[in-house]
């Protein structure tokens, strides 16, 4: 059972950019409780998005936690941007950190929330020495890089492994996950242990963000509580 309520992060990635303020209010009438940024270099991932210059003028549109995930090489040279743009979570891959304990210090000496976040063949053990040390573990569902991606249904076992891990060592960090989220695989996901939901196509696809985020929000609390009663 999850210890912590089941939250939406809408992903920009999907929204229209030429209205980024007003797709980003609409996702929080629909129950987004967080804005999840997609950054993307070009080289630790085939393609290319946003900045800080981005992650700037978002903030001044809404007050809501911006999770910025960090999908590139040399992270290090960056975080003090994005903490000056007015980020709240980072989130960087295990993957693309040469020395992964001095990143997240780097966060934290910054006044961010540090993450790490772990490609779908990456297993979840090798983050056992800094857990301690997270605000959030990011599961990728798909191979970061594009949005719209199929879910990647080993990713289940990788979320119920990480909700093991933390009751056994008896930390707090928060369990997100990344990719393929959609009104077919919500339950599945949150009964698996996720509780922060990243989706992008699912809420900003249909041009009904409000309306689609709340429904998907419903979908998954009403997984969450089923699974409550399950252990109760």
């Known amino acids: 059972m999850n210890p912590f309520p089941v939250e939406l992060v809408p ?3 999907s929204a229209d950019f ?11 009438r629909g129950g ?3 804005i999840h940024v997609d950054v ?3 080289h630790f991932v085939p393609n290319i998005t946003i900045g800080p210059p981005v992650v700037k003028s978002l903030r001044r549109h809404t007050e809501l936690p911006l999770d910025c995930h960090l999908m590139i090489e040399n992270p290090d040279d960056f975080i003090p941007a994005f903490a000056e743009a007015g980020a709240n979570w980072v989130g960087v891959h295990y993957e693309a950190c040469r020395h992964l304990h001095r990143t997240i210090e780097l966060i934290r000496a910054h006044g961010m ?7 779908p063949a990456t297993p979840i053990a090798l983050l056992v020495p800094v857990l301690p040390l997270l605000h959030h573990v990011l599961i990728m569902s798909v191979n970061p890089g594009f949005g719209g991606q199929k ?7 990788k979320l119920r492994d990480l909700r093991r891990l933390r009751d056994e060592m008896q930390l707090g960090f928060r369990i997100e996950v990344d990719g393929g989220v959609a009104h077919d695989t919500v339950a599945e996901v949150v009964e698996a242990g996720a509780e922060l939901l990243v989706a992008g196509s699912a809420v900003f696809g249909g041009g009904r963000a409000a309306e689609d985020g709340r429904k998907l929000l419903e979908a ?7 699974g409550r009663e399950q252990f109760a």
């Open 32 to 34: 987004g409780t967080a």
């Open 40 to 42: 993307m270099d070009g």
């Open 18 to 28: 030429a209205e980024l303020a007003d797709e980003v209010a609409a996702a929080e």
């Open 151 to 157: 879910f990647i249904p080993y990713s289940l076992n």
């Open 113 to 119: 929330e540090p993450g790490v976040v772990l490609n």
């Open 11 to 13: 992903s920009i990635l």
């Open 220 to 226: 998954a609390q009403a997984a969450g509580r089923a």
